[in-house]
């Protein structure tokens, strides 16, 4: 499965979905919207104004979701 953190820089809430996927050993890729104009309007089309934005191949969201981030897991594992 490929996930995709869309982030900022000093974010608190990007840094603890990434510790949480860390922490499952779950891989990703950091796309950092201050240098990624693309992504940024990206992201805006989408509606979204707070980061961290998280892409998978079937969903995405805003925020900080440790219930997302389980659901990750979970379907890693099956």
């Known amino acids: 499965m490929r996930i995709t953190i869309l982030t900022k820089p000093h ?3 990007c ?3 990434c510790r ?3 922490k499952q050993g779950i891989a990703y890729q ?3 919207l201050t240098e990624d104009e693309q992504a940024l ?3 805006r089309a989408l509606g979204y104004q707070q980061v961290p934005v998280v ?3 079937d969903d995405h969201w805003s925020g900080f979701r ?3 981030l389980g659901a990750l897991r ?3 594992l099956q």
């Open 11 to 13: 974010c608190v809430q």
């Open 15 to 17: 840094n603890a979905t």
């Open 20 to 22: 949480a996927l860390d």
């Open 30 to 32: 950091l796309i950092d």
């Open 41 to 43: 309007q990206r992201v």
């Open 55 to 57: 892409m998978t191949e």
């Open 66 to 68: 440790p219930d997302k």
């Open 74 to 76: 979970s379907a890693q």
